[in-house]
């Protein structure tokens, strides 16, 4: 059975995502083959399609979609065909209509998310999830400073934030893009192209700084983000959507107040199966549950995807976006 999926063969710039047929093929032990009603978009794409994140070519690209399992092989039990299902894990090669792939990470859905939903919500919002769960000792009352709030990991941020008790300020580059952070969640929003997002910080926090900061914009907000936080406070940085960090002297965090770093990723928390399970399970409860709304901000059709991850990195999409087949 043939499936429209899209590969790369070589890195380079939205125009190497190549539209072929592959086939679908057999699950074989502790595999699954789903069909897709949606695929979703992250930011991860973009650092493989450049290369930024290194994979063997030529390589299928996507790591997230929802869909209907069609068939499973010897030893799956926690899945069966016709479930509806959604995933956000290794290997890539999510956007296409059907594949086969290991049944670890596939999570079974509940009937009121639709697929769309499903596929905008898992890779981000599990992202999410691990922020503010398995990483730092955040709880009610806290205070974080949270880059691109009004973004896909974002905006679900913000909602789970409000959700938790946490106060959230959000940075984003437009005004209109910190209304949507308001709007899902943010107590504060600066817009961090108009703003000195340190001096506002400090405003808003009476001098003190926040306890914690979640920082996927990398290159040009790390430096300036560690003096946004409280002695003894905790920076994770978890992406490079301006580019990598650079090199960090350690002796800037003993300087800045024995601040506390990590640089964290999805992959490893979701590495062992009943984690991923009950992590995803979180996500749908809180989206269920009506916690979180997934704000899907614009949708391409599977023959699109370079114009997608054109407006990816352009800085024009706001919340989730979904490749449609
Ligand atoms: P977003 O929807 O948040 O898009 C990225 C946003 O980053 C842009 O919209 C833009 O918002 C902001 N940005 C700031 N500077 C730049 C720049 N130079 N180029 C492009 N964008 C810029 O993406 P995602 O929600 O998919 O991901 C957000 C971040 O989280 C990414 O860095 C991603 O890699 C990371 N991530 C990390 C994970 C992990 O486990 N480590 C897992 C999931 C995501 P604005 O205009 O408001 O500045």
Redesign the pocket.
């Known amino acids: 059975m043939k499936s429209r999926t899209i590969v790369i063969e070589e890195n380079g710039g939205p125009e190497k995502l190549r539209l072929v047929d592959m086939e679908a093929g057999e699950p074989g032990p502790g595999e699954i083959r789903i069909r897709h009603g949606a695929c979703g978009l ?3 794409d973009v ?1 493989q399609r450049t290369g930024l994140y290194k994979m063997d070519l030529p390589h299928a690209l996507g790591m997230e979609a929802a869909g209907t399992i069609e068939a499973v092989g010897e030893g799956v039990t926690h899945l069966k065909p016709g479930d509806r299902a959604a995933y956000a894990c290794h290997p890539a090669g999510a956007y296409c209509e059907a594949r086969v792939m290991p049944a670890g990470q596939v999570c079974k859905m509940p009937d009121e998310i639709d697929f769309e939903t499903g596929a905008a919500m898992m ?2 919002g599990m ?1 999410v999830q691990y922020l503010f769960h398995r990483t730092t000792p955040i709880s009610e009352g806290s205070r974080v400073l949270f880059h ?1 709030a ?5 905006q679900i941020a913000c909602q789970w934030a409000k959700s938790e008790g946490v106060e959230l300020i959000g940075t ?3 005004d209109e ?1 910190c209304a949507m952070a308001l709007e899902a969640g943010a107590a504060h929003c600066i817009n961090y192209k108009t703003e000195d997002f340190v001096a506002r910080v400090r405003e808003i926090t009476d001098g003190e700084g926040v306890d914690v900061v979640m920082d ?3 290159a ?1 907000t790390f430096e300036r983000s560690l003096d946004c936080l409280k002695p003894l406070g905790f920076m994770i940085s ?5 580019g990598p960090v650079p090199p960090v002297n350690l002796l800037t965090l003993a300087a800045k107040g024995s601040l506390k770093l990590t640089r ?3 992959f490893t928390h979701i590495a062992r199966p009943e984690d991923c399970q009950a992590m995803a399970r979180h996500v749908m409860d809180k989206v269920s549950s009506g916690a979180v709304k997934i704000h899907i901000g614009q949708r391409y059709p599977l023959e699109q995807i370079a114009e997608a991850h054109r407006a ?2 352009a ?1 024009e ?1 706001t919340g989730s976006t979904i490749i449609t087949l």
Do not use: H, M, P, W
């Open positions: 992250n930011f991860i650092y890779l981000q992202t691109a009004a973004g896909g990991v974002g984003a580059g437009t893009k996927g914009v990398g040009d978890f992406g490079n959507a301006s964290c990723s999805l990816l990195e800085r999409t």
